[in-house]
């Protein structure tokens, strides 16, 4: 491997023009993350330039919103299936499945993990700068641990097809911290480390990519498929190397900007608003503080100099003592500049898609109808959303699958082994982008029951078992909820028969009682 310092020097130069952007971003609408371009004191305030708080609100209940629709902890938002189409019936598969389901779950939500802290994080920076990373690092108790990276601590490289190749984050320790760090991780430090100041600070520089050296008959870290390095930034040495079966760091964009592989963000398409909003509020705090406190005019006589307009002030000049004391007037509507505010401020929620996250209601509609417009406001973000799925939460879903494979707490079954499994999506967002199949197929059947009114053969042309599994389908529906394909056939079967035989008695019964009437009819006869 080439020097790694080196190359995320040159693409620190590369990212530099998104800087100033991200900066503003940072003042007006993050000021909770790190800055980009300033260094801040412990306990400083980053709210100063802050005249108005709605953008860092909204980014706020964007991300919380976000992961109510992708990633609940109360429901099971996601789970796996085979690619091979012919082991979805297969009992062996579906326990095994449902048993990946459950531990990459519990994994999630062990509040050990940080899962759904640093998946917050990770959604704050998305609506914030558009591009963010998910860092899922192994945990022999846990095991994973996962933190959310922002860009202002990470580069990265992309294929000619856009898909990550390699990642370069960034940490800054002191070196009291680095000599622990080197303990419990096997780093091989510098011969002249001892001679630091323990308080002094130094920076690391942790590479992570496609191992050249990859074999997949190959034994140990140094053939896996995607290798890790650490390396001090200023003395530009290697201090640590590993290796992983997965890509640990999946990053996500919110959307593509030309010709940039950084993402754009509501936040950027929101930004002129919001410091077009921040400087309107300035100056009306001060109208509204002058218009409590007007400066004063105490001559009658011209003053010499510039007058001090200043809440409170006093301004003094040669004249009569006995000159009342008047006020200095500021003309101005602040009416329209309130209602113009608030037209921002709508503006800038709407670009957070903080009216589409909103409940509705309504007094004259259904909970039914309700419901189908709640999905159909979250499918105009659905597009944006399932992004995020794919490009981080999939990916991550995918890692501690095989993280938990690999350290035999998950055991694949005979069927499975050289196959592979997909992730899918359960989670109210894909059920809401699913949604209008399921109110097609419920139209259609309301359709097709009327025409049999009519025409009850038209009824055959159904096949009901097909439709049942549709549905589950799209509802996402547990596998275990439906019957193995064996067992219900069985099951058929078995009534099949019982109807047979209660056929059987029905026509034996009517043949006595046939029987015995004509024989009556006999005896009447003789």
Same mark, same amino acid.
């Given at each position: 491997?080439?020097?790694?310092?080196?190359?995320?020097?040159?693409?620190?130069?590369?990212?530099?023009?998104?800087?100033?952007? =991200?900066?503003?971003?940072?003042?007006?609408?993050?000021?909770?993350?790190?800055?980009?371009?300033?260094?801040?004191?412990?306990?400083?305030?980053?709210?100063?330039?802050?005249?108005?708080?709605?953008?860092?609100?909204?980014?706020?209940?964007?991300?919380?919103?976000?992961?109510?629709?992708?990633?609940?902890?109360?429901?099971?938002?996601?789970?796996?299936?085979?690619?091979?189409?012919?082991?979805?019936?297969?009992?062996?598969?579906?326990?095994?499945?449902?048993?990946?389901?459950?531990?990459?779950?519990?994994?999630?939500?062990?509040?050990?993990?940080?899962?759904?802290?640093?998946?917050?994080?990770?959604?704050?920076?998305?609506?914030?700068?558009?591009?963010?990373?998910?860092?899922?690092?192994?945990?022999?108790?846990?095991?994973?641990?996962?933190?959310?990276?922002?860009?202002?601590?990470?580069?990265?490289?992309?294929?000619?097809?856009?898909?990550?190749?390699?990642?370069?984050?960034?940490?800054?320790?002191?070196?009291?911290?680095?000599?622990?760090?080197?303990?419990?991780?096997? =780093?091989?430090?510098?011969?002249?480390?001892?001679?630091?100041?323990?308080?002094?600070?130094?920076?690391?520089?942790? =590479?992570?990519?496609?191992?050249?050296?990859?074999?997949?008959?190959?034994?140990?870290?140094?053939?896996?498929?995607?290798?890790?390095?650490? =390396?001090?930034?200023?003395?530009?040495?290697?201090?640590?190397?590993?290796?992983?079966?997965?890509?640990?760091?999946?990053?996500?964009?919110?959307?593509?900007?030309?010709?940039?592989?950084?993402?754009?963000?509501?936040?950027?398409?929101?930004?002129?608003?919001?410091?077009?909003?921040?400087?309107?509020?300035?100056?009306?705090?001060?109208?509204?503080?002058?218009?409590?406190?007007?400066?004063?005019?105490?001559?009658?006589?011209?003053?010499?100099?510039?007058?001090?307009?200043?809440?409170?002030?006093?301004?003094?000049?040669?004249?009569?003592?006995?000159?009342?004391?008047?006020?200095?007037?500021?003309?101005?509507?602040?009416?329209?500049?309130?209602?113009?505010?608030?037209?921002?401020?709508?503006?800038?929620?709407?670009?957070?898609?903080?009216?589409?996250?909103?409940?509705?209601?309504?007094?004259?509609?259904?909970?039914?109808?309700?419901?189908?417009?709640?999905?159909?406001?979250?499918?105009?973000?659905?597009?944006?959303?399932?992004?995020?799925?794919?490009?981080?939460?999939?990916?991550?879903?995918?890692? /501690?699958?095989?993280?938990?494979?690999?350290?035999?707490?998950?055991?694949?079954?005979?069927?499975?082994?050289?196959?592979?499994? &997909?992730?899918?999506?359960?989670?109210?967002?894909?059920?809401?982008?699913?949604?209008? &199949?399921? /109110?097609?197929?419920?139209?259609?059947? *309301?359709?097709?029951?009327?025409?049999?009114?009519?025409?009850?053969?038209?009824?055959?042309?159904?096949?009901?078992?097909?439709?049942?599994?549709?549905?589950?389908?799209?509802?996402?529906?547990?596998?275990?909820?439906?019957?193995?394909?064996?067992?219900?056939?069985?099951?058929?079967?078995?009534?099949?028969?019982?109807?047979?035989?209660?056929?059987?008695?029905?026509?034996?019964?009517?043949?006595?009682?046939?029987? *015995?009437?004509?024989?009556?009819?006999?005896?009447?006869?003789?």
């Amino acid at each position: 491997m080439d020097n790694v310092v080196e190359k995320f020097k040159k693409l620190e130069i590369d990212k530099s023009p998104m800087l100033p952007v =991200w900066e503003d971003i940072n003042r007006f609408a993050y000021p909770s993350s790190q800055s980009f371009m300033s260094e801040y004191s412990a306990g400083a305030n980053k709210r100063k330039l802050q005249f108005d708080s709605v953008a860092e609100r909204a980014l706020e209940i964007f991300a919380s919103s976000m992961i109510g629709m992708i990633a609940n902890p109360t429901t099971k938002y996601i789970n796996y299936e085979p690619r091979n189409k012919d082991l979805h019936n297969d009992r062996s598969v579906q326990e095994f499945i449902e048993e990946a389901q459950d531990y990459v779950l519990s994994v999630f939500n062990n509040p050990a993990t940080k899962f759904y802290d640093n998946l917050f994080y990770t959604l704050q920076n998305l609506g914030a700068y558009g591009t963010a990373s998910l860092l899922s690092d192994s945990d022999e108790k846990h095991v994973a641990t996962f933190r959310a990276e922002s860009p202002r601590n990470f580069n990265f490289t992309e294929g000619f097809n856009g898909t990550v190749e390699e990642i370069y984050l960034e940490r800054k320790y002191t070196y009291a911290q680095l000599e622990r760090l080197a303990d419990e991780n096997g =780093w091989e430090l510098p011969q002249d480390f001892n001679k630091k100041k323990p308080d002094e600070e130094c920076k690391v520089v942790r =590479w992570i990519g496609r191992n050249p050296e990859f074999s997949a008959d190959g034994v140990g870290e140094q053939f896996m498929r995607y290798r890790s390095e650490y =390396w001090l930034k200023d003395e530009q040495k290697k201090v640590k190397t590993s290796g992983f079966n997965t890509f640990p760091a999946p990053i996500g964009r919110w959307g593509q900007l030309d010709d940039l592989k950084w993402g754009d963000s509501p936040a950027r398409m929101a930004l002129n608003e919001i410091k077009i909003l921040n400087a309107s509020e300035r100056h009306l705090t001060f109208a509204e503080e002058y218009s409590l406190r007007p400066a004063l005019f105490v001559s009658s006589e011209a003053k010499f100099g510039k007058l001090n307009l200043s809440p409170g002030a006093v301004n003094a000049g040669r004249g009569n003592p006995n000159d009342t004391l008047r006020t200095l007037g500021i003309n101005g509507d602040l009416n329209f500049s309130l209602e113009r505010n608030r037209l921002r401020r709508e503006t800038i929620m709407q670009a957070f898609y903080v009216d589409v996250f909103q409940t509705m209601s309504d007094n004259d509609m259904t909970a039914t109808e309700v419901q189908i417009r709640a999905q159909e406001k979250l499918r105009g973000i659905a597009p944006k959303a399932a992004r995020i799925q794919t490009d981080i939460l999939g990916p991550t879903a995918e890692r /501690i699958l095989r993280m938990g494979i690999d350290r035999g707490d998950l055991v694949v079954p005979e069927a499975l082994k050289g196959q592979s499994l &997909e992730v899918v999506y359960t989670s109210p967002l894909a059920i809401a982008q699913r949604s209008q &199949e399921a /109110i097609n197929l419920q139209m259609f059947l *309301q359709d097709a029951f009327m025409v049999a009114q009519a025409n009850p053969e038209a009824l055959m042309r159904l096949d009901f078992d097909a439709i049942t599994e549709e549905f589950a389908e799209i509802r996402g529906v547990p596998a275990k909820v439906l019957l193995e394909e064996k067992e219900y056939e069985a099951l058929k079967q078995a009534m099949q028969q019982q109807q047979q035989l209660q056929q059987g008695l029905a026509t034996a019964q009517q043949a006595g009682e046939a029987g *015995q009437a004509l024989q009556a009819v006999g005896n009447e006869s003789s």
